[in-house]
């Protein structure tokens, strides 16, 4: 368990060395990838449901 956790940290201060600019690529990319075209639209309604609104 203690291996577990000092990778897990390695790895987080391993990704904090990284520059946000590029994280925040990384993760648009993703989110594009998953997306679909024609997808239905959500209404302000529903987001606020989402939200908790």
């Known amino acids: 368990m203690t291996e577990a956790v ?3 940290l390695e790895g987080e201060l391993k990704r904090e060395k990284e ?3 590029s994280r925040l690529k ?6 594009a990838a998953d997306a679909k075209p024609g997808d239905k639209v959500m209404t302000k309604d529903e987001i606020d449901e989402m939200w908790g609104h």
């Open 6 to 8: 000092t990778q897990a």
């Open 26 to 31: 990384q993760i648009a990319t993703t989110l």
């Open 19 to 21: 520059p946000l600019a």
